[in-house]
């Protein structure tokens, strides 16, 4: 991790977009060569991010991503900001558009499909032993040659093999956590179902199948729900 100054800093950001923000400052900026700075602060004083920034964790799970062949941002380096009391990653973007923007533009068996994709996808990364803790349809990208990749790869783990089941459930609790991207993939459910459990053993299928069955039950019951209050 590269120590620069604050002109160093300035300097870099010069021209810069802001892309996102909260309350305490800058996120994530745009840089004017079309590259991406995702600002860390360490938000607790007793933490990982001590030894173990934000911005490194970045760098390192887009280098394993890299080698299972998962597409996701290409790093170019990373900083640490003293005068800001930041570390960054200096990034260029995964190229295409988020599930979330694709599933709002599309409908009809297109969105089986993409359902079906979406599913094999997240079969795949858990397969590949990747537990991505933010896993949400604003994270998932279609590139233009049409793959799906991960973007927003801090909160990441991976292991040696495949997640194991209870691991997997609590990573669909994660995507089921986002009601209006989950309303999308509700009446494209069994597409989405079928295609995650479709490689697993008979055990797994049957547990895994069930319980995308009932998370996919309350999402649809909790749409009936609001469809009549309106």
Known sequence: MTPITNEQYLSLRQNAELIEADHCGE????????????LFRRKRLIT??????????????AKRLAKL???????????????IERTAVHYWPL????????FQNIDGELQ?????????FIARIHDSGV???????????????GQLGLIDI????????????????????????YSNDIQKLVLHSDAFINAYCKDLNTRQRN?????????????????AGQEQIS
């Open 69 to 83: 062949q998962i597409p996701c941002p290409t790093i170019i380096t990373t900083y640490s900001i003293p005068s």
């Open 112 to 120: 089986d499909a993409l359902c079906t994709m979406l599913g094999a």
């Open 95 to 102: 190229p295409g558009t988020t599930l979330r923007y694709e």
């Open 48 to 61: 990982s991010e001590l030894y173990r920034p934000y911005a490194r964790r970045f760098a390192l799970n």
């Open 131 to 145: 537990y991505f803790r933010s896993l949400h349809l604003g994270n998932i990208v279609q590139t233009p040659d």
């Open 154 to 177: 801090a909160d990441m783990q991976v292991f040696r093999g495949p997640i194991g089941r209870l691991r997997r459930k609590r990573n669909f609790l994660h995507l089921f956590r």
């Open 207 to 223: 547990s895994l199948s069930e319980f995308l069955q009932n998370l996919f039950t309350r999402a649809s019951q909790l749409r």
């Open 27 to 38: 996120k994530v900026l745009k840089l004017a060569d079309g590259s991406f700075l995702k």
